[in-house]
């Protein structure tokens, strides 16, 4: 077994399980902007979720984006796909585009973790669908992330509470409750200021190219932080 060399200023062999979030903490970009630029010209109702996207990131500068807002979004992803395009459409997203944008030191981090024999969770406001892909090339344990309902070949809704701020704390403790396992014994690394509350439950939080306001509750909280940023891509 080879056990890769990560800083142990960010990283805790003694905990039992070991969360990471998505965008911009894995990733050096939001992958819900990664998608919407890509789908662009990539199947029906592109240009669409292009300019709604605009609208919920003009209302995420402003501070005013509820997760209701965030979530229509998705919900009209799925009025103009199926499960199948959709599936097959993140597949090829994930190849041509997505795949290309992991760090290659959170990458690392996460080997790091599963060399010592200790479980790695995506936990992310992305959907499953284009989450999974992610999930997969990194050798992911578990994913939590916001689900799709669907009836046949149909999308139906929403699994809710949506995971998203405090909801990504229901659903991780849900998960770590059938684990029996307790949020002391957990880490998890985050970029965004959305994830405090999970941040704050958890025994070694870190924060992950942090935002100017994560940056600050950080820097007040005394958690560690790293900065991917400018570095190496994965693969």
């Known amino acids: 077994m080879t056990v890769r060399t990560v800083t142990v200023d960010y990283a805790d062999d003694s905990v039992k399980t070991a969360f990471f979030d998505l965008d911009d903490t894995l990733t050096d970009i939001d992958t819900d902007w990664l998608w919407t630029r890509w789908r662009l010209l990539k199947g029906p109702g592109g240009w669409r979720e292009f300019l709604f996207f605009l609208r919920i990131t003009r209302l995420y500068k402003q501070g005013r984006l509820t997760v209701d807002r965030y979530m229509?979004?998705?919900?009209?992803?799925?009025?103009?796909l199926n499960p199948f395009e959709y599936r097959?459409?993140?597949?090829?997203?994930?190849?041509?585009?997505?795949?290309?944008?992991?760090?290659?030191?959170?990458?690392?981090?996460?080997?790091?973790?599963?060399?010592?024999?200790?479980?790695?969770?995506?936990?992310?406001?992305?959907?499953?669908?284009?989450?999974?892909?992610f999930a997969r090339l990194l050798g992911f344990h578990d994913?939590?992330?916001?689900?799709?309902?669907?009836?046949?070949?149909?999308?139906?809704?929403?699994?809710?509470?949506?995971?998203?701020?405090?909801?990504?704390?229901?659903?991780?403790?849900?998960?770590?409750?059938?684990?029996?396992?307790?949020f002391s014994d957990c880490a998890f690394y985050s970029d965004s200021i959305h994830d405090a509350p999970l941040l704050s439950r958890v025994a070694f939080p870190v924060a992950v190219n942090p935002d100017k306001r994560l940056t600050s509750l950080a820097h007040e909280k005394g958690w560690r932080a790293v900065n991917f940023k400018g570095e190496m891509f994965f693969g």
């Open 88 to 133: 097959s459409l993140a597949e090829r997203f994930f190849l041509e585009s997505g795949r290309h944008h992991i760090f290659a030191r959170a990458a690392e981090l996460v080997a790091w973790y599963k060399d010592h024999n200790i479980p790695v969770v995506l936990i992310t406001a992305q959907n499953d669908i284009l989450a999974e892909p």
């Open 72 to 80: 229509a979004y998705h919900l009209l992803r799925i009025k103009i």
């Open 143 to 182: 994913m939590i992330a916001n689900r799709f309902i669907e009836e046949g070949d149909v999308f139906t809704g929403v699994v809710t509470p949506y995971n998203f701020q405090e909801g990504k704390v229901h659903w991780a403790e849900k998960y770590l409750t059938e684990k029996g396992i307790s």
